[in-house]
């Protein structure tokens, strides 16, 4: 079945951008949506955005103004870039699919998670 | 934006008791369209719940998910040992996609 595994330096220093790939095995990136979900630690999740194979994208308001995300059909890879990051950015960042359709954007199933860092 | 509230915080149950966790919107989430995870410890959340009543694939059926409209309801009928973790419910009405703040089922 598909898997996704999440890829990217675990510690950025303030001010600086956040860079993660998500790698999709075992299925076509095609005719889904893909999403960046974070956790901060102890505490609970906050959907970050979510790009569709053909490069549209929805992302939330609370972090529109520093998140690009991006898809690499050729390679089954989607990428989340947050810019001026600060410590309030640290968290376990996953990524997760949805189905294509109305009412599908539930996501099944989601990476292992990677934990980012932000400190000097 | 839809702000869901779970209660309670933190449920304390043994096994083999029944567990009701609640997620209330602060509207109406449109169509059913609110999904129930499970997360342990070190572990990403896994799909429970979609559409507030369809069981994902691969869930027992003790996993049972209710409600429309502000109020959603997910019931554990026969607490396994396994399943004591943290609860999330997600809708996907309106954007952004939100998540409520989670309700902790602990074994008592």
């Known amino acids: 079945q598909v898997q996704l595994q999440e890829s990217g330096p675990g510690l950025v220093k303030p001010s600086e951008t956040l860079s993660l790939t998500c790698t999709v095995s075992g299925g076509s990136i095609s005719s889904y949506y893909w999403s960046w979900i974070r956790q901060p630690p102890g505490k609970g999740l906050e959907w970050i955005g979510y790009i569709h194979y053909s490069g549209s994208t929805n992302y939330n308001p609370s972090l529109k103004s520093r998140v690009t995300i991006s898809v690499d059909t050729s390679n089954n890879q989607f990428s989340l870039k947050l810019s001026s990051v600060t410590a309030a950015d640290t968290a376990v960042y996953y990524c997760a699919r949805s189905k294509e359709g109305s009412g599908r954007r539930w996501f099944d199933p989601w990476g292992q998670g990677t934990l980012v860092t932000v400190s000097s | 934006e839809i702000v869901l509230t779970q209660s309670p915080g933190t449920l304390s149950l043994s096994p083999g008791e029944g567990a009701t966790l609640s997620c209330r919107a602060s509207q109406s989430v449109t169509s059913n369209y609110l999904a129930w995870y499970q997360q342990k410890p070190g572990q990403a959340p896994r799909l429970l719940i979609y559409?507030?009543?369809s069981r994902a694939t691969g869930i027992p059926d003790r996993f049972s998910g209710s409600g429309s409209g502000t109020d959603f309801t997910l019931t554990i009928s026969r607490l396994e040992p396994e399943d004591f973790a943290v609860f999330y419910c997600q809708q996907y009405s309106s954007s952004p996609i939100t998540f409520g703040q989670g309700t902790r089922l602990e074994i008592k």
């Open positions: 559409g507030a009543s």
